[in-house]
């Protein structure tokens, strides 16, 4: 079945399908609970590897995703497009808590090595079940710290994004395949706001200097370039 939908899985990797998080936190909760009930740690400990598989060599070599992008995605269609460094964040951790527990049952220690097994399952189930990703809520907490939050970003070069005037504007940092990207826009223009847009994904460099680590971000912006507020 040919596959519709704006962002390519397999190239478009700064951006992902929103739903494909959840079925892969739907099958590590499932292999975590399969571990725990037959008393088999190696099942946890090859979700594990499967994790870092993924995370090193792409979505190619991640079952999970291949079942989301191969079978699920063509019948239900592309859902919304997100950031997907937050999810890859939470697939780290849970590639890191695994693999701790597959040393501890390795050297002994089995109720600690049950212990990251059962928290594993039990986060991957609870952001399957409800879409509240800790691991996700903890890259954003880590990017708030790094500067990311309101009054982090204390000035931009309106210049340097490309503004067409120095009049008081929103500077909006987007990614053309992000769904909350373009409803932020569209709200906003809405309101009658003068936006001037950054594409991250070609803009690299003023990502990276205004500490930009989730998309969408929207900034109030007078005009000597002072922010005024964050929007988003």
């Known amino acids: 079945m040919k596959r519709a939908g704006t962002a390519d ?22 292999a975590c609970l399969g571990a725990l009930t037959s008393g088999w740690w ?24 291949l079942l989301y992008f191969e079978v699920i995605q063509p019948r ?7 950031d997907s460094r937050p999810p890859r964040f939470a697939n780290v951790l849970g590639a890191a808590f695994l693999s701790g527990a597959t040393l ?15 928290v594993v399952g039990a986060l991957a189930a609870l952001a399957a079940a409800t879409g509240l990703c800790v ?16 009054g982090g970003v204390r000035s931009i070069d309106l210049v340097e994004v490309g503004a067409a005037s120095m009049g ?11 769904t909350e990207c373009r409803e932020l ?12 847009t950054v594409d991250v994904s070609k803009r690299r460099e003023l ?14 912006v007078s005009g000597d370039g002072s922010v005024v507020s964050r929007l988003a």
């Not at 399908?17 to 959840?22: C, G, L, S």
């Not at 190696?42 to 995703?65: D, E, K, T, Y």
């Open 9 to 30: 899985p397999y190239r478009d990797t700064d951006v992902i399908d929103a739903r494909a998080p959840r079925v892969n936190q739907t099958v590590v909760a499932l």
């Open 104 to 118: 501890l049952h390795l050297a002994g220690l089995h109720l600690l090595g049950w212990s990251l097994v059962a």
């Open 207 to 220: 990502a990276h200097k205004y500490n930009i680590s989730v998309v969408p971000a929207a900034f109030t």
């Open 168 to 178: 008081p504007q929103v500077v909006q940092f987007t990614h053309p395949l992000c």
């Open 185 to 196: 826009e569209s709200r906003l223009r809405a309101e009658g706001r003068d936006i001037v």
């Open 76 to 82: 239900l269609g592309e859902g919304e497009i997100e």
């Open 42 to 65: 190696g099942i946890a400990s090859v979700m594990g590897a499967q994790l870092i598989l993924g995370l090193l060599l792409g979505r190619r070599w991640c079952l999970p995703c």
């Open 135 to 150: 691991g996700c809520s903890l890259y954003k907490l880590n990017a708030r710290l790094r500067g990311i939050r309101p």
